[in-house]
């Protein structure tokens, strides 16, 4: 059974940085690109991060570009977000996010229970 | 970015009744390797992560009820459910996953009894 447990949100002010962490299990982790999805309060579902199997491609939303680093680690089964410079329109719940095959023109197919970044002074 | 846009926004139907909820795509989302479109209905109920419910347009996810079915080619497409269920109130996204990996998604459309 695929399992992703998001882990590492919180409260942190405008400025700040904050690291998540998606635990995965179930597959073989190092075969799917895996991504980060966001969702604001009452909002939509925003792509934010992707990255190869490998870990030697990644990609970001124009919104997090610059500021937001993705990575992962295929012995731990483990995908990070590495988020500095948060402003308040970064608060979501932050959902990691596997492919259904390891082919990136795939649906997501399982998603975490997410994480919730808060951004506030 | 690949806009997708749905409508309605909301949605009132009967219990029993059919519902229906369409998308938009701002370009074909064609896929010529298997001549299917990347599109992907979600489900969304409170305090739940999406669930993902048709992919290829047309295609149900394991386990989801037959009453579900996805329709439509080119840019526009269709998400039916035939015979409404209380446990269907949730909100429905559409997604392309064409311009890969820059994944974009409907506004969502919120169904209600």
């Known amino acids: 059974e695929v399992q992703l447990v998001e882990s590492g949100g919180g409260l942190v002010q405008p400025g700040g940085s904050l690291r998540l962490s998606c635990a995965a299990s179930g597959f073989t982790f190092g075969s799917f690109a895996m991504n980060w999805v966001r969702q604001a309060p009452g909002k939509g579902l925003e792509w934010v991060s992707g990255i190869s199997g490998s870990g030697g491609s990644t990609y970001y939303a124009d919104s997090v570009e610059g500021r937001f680093t993705i990575s992962r680690d295929n012995s731990k089964n483990t995908l990070f977000l590495q988020m500095n410079s948060l402003r308040a329109e970064d608060t979501a719940v932050y959902y990691c996010?596997?492919?259904?095959?390891?082919?990136?023109?795939?649906?997501?197919?399982?998603w975490g229970q997410g994480t919730l970044v808060t951004v506030s002074s | 970015d690949i806009v997708m846009t749905q409508s309605p926004d909301s949605l009132a139907v009967s219990l029993g009744e059919r519902a229906t909820i369409n998308c938009k795509s701002s370009?074909?989302?064609?896929?010529?390797?298997?001549?299917?479109?990347?599109l992907a209905w979600y489900q969304q109920k409170p305090r739940q992560p999406p669930k993902l419910l048709i992919s290829w347009a047309s295609t149900r996810a394991s386990g989801v009820p037959d009453r579900f079915s996805g329709s439509g080619s080119g840019t526009d497409f269709t998400l039916t459910i035939s015979s409404l269920q209380a446990e269907d109130v949730a909100v429905y996204y559409c997604?392309?996953?064409?311009?890969?990996?820059?994944?974009?998604f409907g506004q969502g459309t919120k169904l209600e009894i």
């Open positions: 370009q074909t989302i064609l896929y010529r390797s298997n001549n299917k479109s990347c």
């Open positions: 997604q392309q996953y064409y311009n890969t990996p820059r994944y974009t």
């Open positions: 996010a596997k492919l259904g095959t390891p082919n990136w023109n795939s649906p997501l197919e399982y």
